[in-house]
C-alpha cells in the first residue's frame, strides 16, 4: 500500500503506479529494448525530483548516490494484459528505512505530474514544480529519450494523477529546451557563499543578479580553496546563460581562482613592435568593473592608459598592449601634430619609459 507498508529487510514503499504503452507490438508485447528505456526513464525522473526535494546537488552528469538510489528504487510487479501494463513501486531499501510522513513526497505520483504538464503543453507547470534549471533540463533531456515513437501512447499513472503521451510531444519538449537558455566557456566572477568539501560544491553569488550559483569542482582544484570561506573567485567552465544571456547555472568547472587585485608591476612592454623599458617600475592596482564585477580594470589616467580584460591574466597582456597603443599615436607622434593636452601626455609617457 501507497506510503506505508514495510517490507521485509527494513524496505518501506513509498510510492506506487502503473506504466502503460498502447499499440505496443502484439498488444501484449513490447521489445525488451524498448521497457528498458522506459523503466530506467522513470527511475532517473524519480531520483531527479527526489534530489529537488531533498536538496541534494546535482552535477551535469546525473550520478545518484547510494543513499539517493537505496531510498528511492523502483521495482517492478507482474505485468498485466490488454495493453502492455507494467505496475511498479518506489521503494525504501535502506536498512535504516522508516515510514516517516506518510503525506510526504510520493516519487511517482511527482514523475506523473510532470508528464501530465507536458501533455497539457503546460511549461509554466513544470517551471514551478521545478524550480531547479539542471534537474529540470535532465529530467525533460530524459523525456525526450523515453517517448514513444509511432503511434504508441505512453501512460503513466500513479494515485489519483494520469498522464498520457505520445511521439508528437517530442518536438514540443525539445522547444522547451531551447528556451533553457545556451551552454558556454566563459569566466564568471562571484562572492563565495559557501563550500562543501564532502560533496565538493561550491556555490557563487552573482554580483549583478544576486543568484547563487552552485557547481561541483574536481578534487584537483580543491587546492585553491582551502583557508576560504569569503571573498571573491572567478571560475572558469561551461555556464548556462539565459536569455538575457545571464549566467543562471555552472554546468562544469575547470578552473577556480581567488581574485588577485594586489598592484601589477610593469617594467617592460613588448608588444608588436613595440620594445620598452619602464624608467622606474610601474604599478597600476586592478580593479573590478563597478556595474557588474566581471571584468578586471586597470587604470592610469596621467599615462593614459585604460585596459580592461576578463581576467588578471589577459589583463596584463592587455596592458603590455594599451601601453604600445598610446605610445605609438603619442611618444612617437610629431609633437606639432598633437593638442596642448596631447602633448603632456607625450611628455609624461616619455618620463615613464625608453625605447629599446
Given at each position: 500500500?501507497?506510503?506505508?507498508?514495510?517490507?521485509?529487510?527494513?524496505?518501506?514503499?513509498?510510492?506506487?503506479?502503473?506504466?502503460?504503452?498502447?499499440?505496443?507490438?502484439?498488444?501484449?508485447?513490447?521489445?525488451?529494448?524498448?521497457?528498458?528505456?522506459?523503466?530506467?526513464?522513470?527511475?532517473?525522473?524519480?531520483?531527479?525530483?527526489?534530489?529537488?526535494?531533498?536538496?541534494?546537488?546535482?552535477?551535469?552528469?546525473?550520478?545518484?548516490?547510494?543513499?539517493?538510489?537505496?531510498?528511492?528504487?523502483?521495482?517492478?510487479?507482474?505485468?498485466?494484459?490488454?495493453?502492455?501494463?507494467?505496475?511498479?513501486?518506489?521503494?525504501?531499501?535502506?536498512?535504516?528505512?522508516?515510514?516517516?510522513?506518510?503525506?510526504?513526497?510520493?516519487?511517482?505520483?511527482?514523475?506523473?505530474?510532470?508528464?501530465?504538464?507536458?501533455?497539457?503543453?503546460?511549461?509554466?507547470?513544470?517551471?514551478?514544480?521545478?524550480?531547479?534549471?539542471?534537474?529540470?533540463?535532465?529530467?525533460?533531456?530524459?523525456?525526450?529519450?523515453?517517448?514513444?515513437?509511432?503511434?504508441?501512447?505512453?501512460?503513466?499513472?500513479?494515485?489519483?494523477?494520469?498522464?498520457?503521451?505520445?511521439?508528437?510531444?517530442?518536438?514540443?519538449?525539445?522547444?522547451?529546451?531551447?528556451?533553457e537558455g545556451s551552454a558556454v566557456?566563459?569566466?564568471?566572477?562571484?562572492?563565495?557563499?559557501?563550500?562543501?568539501?564532502?560533496?565538493?560544491?561550491?556555490t557563487l553569488k552573482f554580483p549583478?543578479?544576486?543568484?547563487?550559483?552552485?557547481?561541483?569542482?574536481?578534487?584537483?582544484?580543491?587546492?585553491?580553496?582551502?583557508?576560504?570561506?569569503?571573498?571573491?573567485?572567478?571560475?572558469?567552465?561551461t555556464v548556462f546563460l539565459d536569455?538575457?544571456?545571464?549566467?543562471?547555472?555552472?554546468?562544469?568547472?575547470?578552473?577556480?581562482?581567488?581574485?588577485?587585485?594586489?598592484?601589477?608591476?610593469?617594467?617592460?612592454?613588448?608588444?608588436?613592435?613595440?620594445?620598452?623599458?619602464?624608467?622606474?617600475?610601474?604599478?597600476?592596482?586592478?580593479?573590478?568593473?563597478?556595474?557588474?564585477?566581471?571584468?578586471?580594470?586597470?587604470?592610469?589616467?596621467?599615462?593614459?592608459?585604460?585596459?580592461?580584460?576578463?581576467?588578471?591574466?589577459?589583463?596584463?597582456?592587455?596592458?603590455?598592449?594599451?601601453?604600445?597603443?598610446?605610445?605609438?599615436?603619442?611618444?612617437?607622434?610629431?609633437?606639432?601634430?598633437?593638442?596642448?593636452?596631447?602633448?603632456?601626455?607625450?611628455?609624461?609617457?616619455?618620463?615613464?619609459?625608453?625605447?629599446?
Amino acid at each position: 500500500m501507497r506510503g506505508g507498508g514495510v517490507a521485509k529487510m527494513g524496505a518501506v514503499r513509498l510510492d506506487e503506479g502503473v506504466v502503460r504503452v498502447r499499440g505496443a507490438e502484439g498488444g501484449h508485447e513490447i521489445s525488451a529494448e524498448r521497457l528498458a528505456a522506459i523503466i530506467t526513464g522513470i527511475q532517473r525522473t524519480v531520483r531527479l525530483l527526489a534530489a529537488q526535494e531533498e536538496d541534494v546537488a546535482v552535477s551535469r552528469r546525473f550520478k545518484p548516490s547510494r543513499d539517493l538510489r537505496e531510498h528511492y528504487t523502483l521495482v517492478l510487479g507482474i505485468p498485466e494484459a490488454g495493453c502492455y501494463a507494467q505496475p511498479m513501486a518506489v521503494v525504501d531499501t535502506r536498512e535504516t528505512a522508516t515510514l516517516t510522513d506518510p503525506a510526504g513526497f510520493f516519487p511517482l505520483q511527482a514523475a506523473t505530474g510532470v508528464l501530465a504538464a507536458i501533455q497539457r503543453d503546460d511549461r509554466d507547470a513544470i517551471l514551478n514544480a521545478v524550480p531547479h534549471p539542471r534537474i529540470r533540463r535532465s529530467i525533460l533531456e530524459g523525456v525526450v529519450d523515453f517517448l514513444p515513437s509511432g503511434e504508441d501512447t505512453l501512460e503513466l499513472a500513479a494515485g489519483a494523477l494520469t498522464a498520457s503521451l505520445d511521439a508528437m510531444k517530442r518536438e514540443m519538449v525539445q522547444h522547451w529546451l531551447s528556451l533553457e537558455g545556451s551552454a558556454v566557456e566563459t569566466d564568471i566572477v562571484g562572492e563565495l557563499i559557501a563550500i562543501k568539501f564532502e560533496t565538493k560544491t561550491i556555490t557563487l553569488k552573482f554580483p549583478p543578479t544576486g543568484t547563487h550559483l552552485e557547481a561541483h569542482y574536481d578534487i584537483d582544484l580543491e587546492e585553491t580553496l582551502f583557508g576560504e570561506r569569503r571573498g571573491m573567485v572567478q571560475v572558469s567552465g561551461t555556464v548556462f546563460l539565459d536569455d538575457e544571456a545571464c549566467p543562471i547555472e555552472l554546468l562544469e568547472v575547470t578552473a577556480i581562482r581567488l581574485v588577485d587585485l594586489s598592484p601589477i608591476v610593469i617594467r617592460h612592454v613588448r608588444h608588436g613592435g613595440v620594445r620598452l623599458d619602464a624608467r622606474v617600475p610601474l604599478e597600476i592596482t586592478p580593479t573590478l568593473s563597478e556595474d557588474d564585477h566581471q571584468l578586471f580594470e586597470a587604470r592610469d589616467e596621467p599615462l593614459g592608459i585604460d585596459a580592461f580584460a576578463s581576467t588578471r591574466d589577459k589583463l596584463v597582456e592587455a596592458l603590455d598592449e594599451e601601453i604600445a597603443f598610446v605610445w605609438e599615436c603619442y611618444a612617437l607622434e610629431d609633437p606639432a601634430q598633437l593638442s596642448t593636452g596631447a602633448q603632456a601626455l607625450r611628455t609624461r609617457l616619455l618620463a615613464a619609459f625608453q625605447g629599446v
